[in-house]
């Protein structure tokens, strides 16, 4: 059988009396306790007529609660389709409406599907449904069948349902526990929403696969993070979580020695982040490189040397290329297309063929959208977004290498390289900056820049704001900023 769970249930049998989640409340659940709760819930899906391969859509807070809901979808043979909690009742038409789920779970219910409820406080229908204990029979499943649908973030067009197997996450989560040398002792700290493939299956999948304990907090609080630190091992997050740490005059409040590795990624962590965290705690952030479709392509080293600004190797069993349009390979060190190869990659797009057609080669590579250079040795350094390339005046100007330079002046904090219409040029260069003090002024960028990049690279606007738009994983929302100024030339 090539069920996921049984794999996870292995696991948690083997360490029934050891802790699964540790609480923000104080509260602790055992792996036994989980392994109970988890046969409670199946027996409601089954109740509802969850059959393998119906579709069980979640819109709900993090909660424990909520994490055995998953387990026990995948338990049952459904297929899991978690839904970012911010999503509006509206939004959430489209996605009920592709996904055709046999339920919805929800804060509140929906007329349009059976429903039940689930809270932020781990209560509701779905948990009064349940019986005081149950026995379950895992569904059989293979490694080809459908485990989870998740959506990408749908920043162009709408979005895309992005179908993972128990093959997938099974594959991941090996190749990551192997990667990041994952110990019996290891306390992970994890504060990731548990919509998104960062918390929900890199994070959680580690421990789970290996019976070790998470603190499993709400959401990301610095305060409250700086407080369990002590009690952790490994922590993983965004970059927004290292800035906001950093930005505590008290972090770190102690010593930081017992941590063995720090984790980042779902976004682009700049030079500056890595190398202060480095100077204040001591520890070398370890970042990696992954999405929805792929869970994790590549990761910097646990033992060996983590550069800023790369996301290192390709994990074991999984082929990477930097490519031209036609997929052919670029010499290294030229910047393409990032395009992955392997059994983590997603077997398509939910009931869009001409899309999954489109993203994957016939040699089975999957086109990623993002740009980027390898070196001699296959480590990986990004560049950017395919569609957020800058052509002026015929010329490419990949928005990376300008942030870099731009974010190295003591008078921004952090900044966005965008393109948007220009009568002359097709498109016009601008960079959005966030000041550290005073607003920065277009001649300060001309003469921090006039030496180290062509003229043609160079911002011809400047536009301070007092934050860029994040998504909920902190990836800067460019499209936004294209919206936003798409008219600033016209004039």
């Known amino acids: 059988m090539s069920n996921f769970y049984v794999e996870l249930q292995a696991a948690f049998a083997d360490h029934a009396d050891g802790d699964c989640l540790r609480l923000a409340d104080g509260g602790v659940w055992r792996y036994s306790d989980v392994t109970a709760y988890v046969a409670r819930l199946g027996s409601v899906l089954r109740e509802q007529g969850v059959e393998p391969g119906d579709r069980v859509v979640v819109q709900v807070e993090k909660s424990a609660e909520n994490?055995?809901?998953?387990?026990?979808?995948?338990?049952?043979?459904?297929?899991?389709?978690?839904?970012?909690?911010?999503?509006?009742?509206?939004?959430?038409?489209?996605?009920?409406?592709?996904?055709?789920?046999?339920?919805?779970?929800?804060?509140?219910?929906?007329?349009?599907?059976?429903?039940?409820?689930?809270?932020?406080?781990?209560?509701?229908?779905?948990?009064?449904?349940?019986?005081?204990?149950?026995?379950?029979?895992?569904?059989?499943?293979?490694?080809?069948?459908?485990?989870?649908?998740?959506?990408?973030?749908?920043?162009?067009?709408?979005?895309?349902?992005?179908?993972?197997?128990?093959?997938?996450?099974?594959?991941?989560?090996?190749?990551?526990?192997?990667?990041?040398?994952?110990?019996?002792?290891?306390?992970?700290l994890h504060a990731l929403p548990i919509f998104h493939v960062h918390g929900l299956f890199i994070s959680s999948h580690c421990a789970l696969l290996n019976g070790t304990p998470m603190v499993f907090l709400p959401k990301f609080n610095a305060a409250e993070v700086m407080a369990m630190l002590g009690q952790c091992t490994v922590m993983m997050g965004v970059p927004t979580f290292y800035t906001r740490l950093l930005a505590e005059p008290a972090f770190p409040a102690a010593s930081l020695d017992h941590i063995r590795v720090f984790i980042c990624g779902s976004a682009p962590l700049t030079e500056q982040v890595f190398e202060e965290w480095q100077a204040r705690t001591g520890h070398r952030i370890l970042e990696r490189y992954g999405m929805s479709e792929t869970i994790i392509n590549t990761t910097n080293p646990l033992d060996g040397e983590r550069i800023p600004a790369t996301v290192g190797y390709a994990l074991p069993g999984l082929e990477l290329r930097v490519?031209?349009?036609?997929?052919?390979?670029?010499?290294?060190?030229?910047?393409?297309?990032?395009?992955?190869?392997?059994?983590?990659?997603?077997?398509?797009?939910?009931?869009?063929?001409?899309?999954?057609?489109?993203?994957?080669?016939?040699?089975?590579?999957?086109?990623?959208?993002?740009?980027?250079?390898?070196?001699?040795?296959?480590?990986?350094?990004?560049?950017?977004?395919?569609?957020?390339?800058?052509?002026?005046?015929?010329?490419?100007?990949?928005?990376?290498?300008?942030?870099?330079?731009?974010?190295?002046?003591?008078?921004?904090?952090?900044?966005?390289?965008?393109g948007v219409p220009h009568a002359d040029f097709g498109e016009g260069v601008v960079a959005v900056?966030?000041?550290?003090?005073?607003?920065?002024?277009?001649?300060?960028?001309?003469?921090?820049?006039?030496?180290?990049?062509?003229?043609?690279?160079?911002?011809?606007?400047?536009?301070?704001?007092?934050?860029?738009?994040?998504?909920?994983?902190?990836?800067?929302?460019?499209?936004?900023?294209?919206?936003?100024?798409?008219?600033?030339?016209?004039?």
């Open 67 to 188: 994490l055995c809901l998953y387990l026990a979808t995948l338990c049952v043979g459904g297929v899991y389709v978690p839904l970012n909690t911010a999503y509006t009742s509206a939004e959430l038409d489209y996605f009920v409406g592709d996904a055709e789920p046999r339920l919805f779970v929800g804060a509140q219910p929906r007329s349009d599907v059976a429903s039940l409820t689930l809270d932020a406080a781990g209560q509701g229908s779905l948990i009064d449904a349940m019986p005081g204990q149950a026995e379950i029979e895992i569904a059989e499943r293979t490694s080809d069948d459908l485990a989870a649908i998740l959506y990408t973030s749908g920043t162009t067009g709408r979005s895309k349902g992005a179908m993972l197997t128990h093959g997938n996450l099974a594959s991941n989560a090996h190749g990551l526990s192997n990667a990041w040398g994952w110990q019996s002792d290891d306390v992970l």
């Open 323 to 418: 490519a031209d349009d036609n997929g052919v390979p670029v010499p290294a060190g030229e910047v393409g297309t990032i395009e992955v190869r392997g059994p983590s990659v997603f077997s398509g797009y939910w009931r869009m063929p001409d899309k999954t057609a489109e993203e994957i080669r016939e040699d089975g590579y999957f086109i990623t959208g993002d740009l980027g250079t390898l070196a001699e040795d296959g480590r990986l350094a990004i560049v950017g977004r395919a569609k957020d390339l800058v052509i002026t005046g015929g010329y490419n100007v990949y928005p990376k290498e300008v942030e870099r330079l731009l974010d190295d002046m003591p008078e921004v904090q952090e900044s966005a390289v965008i």
């Open 433 to 491: 900056v966030v000041p550290a003090g005073k607003a920065v002024a277009l001649t300060d960028i001309d003469a921090a820049l006039a030496d180290q990049l062509a003229r043609f690279k160079q911002p011809k606007q400047v536009i301070n704001v007092d934050s860029l738009p994040r998504n909920t994983m902190g990836k800067v929302q460019k499209n936004l900023l294209r919206e936003q100024y798409a008219d600033l030339f016209s004039d």
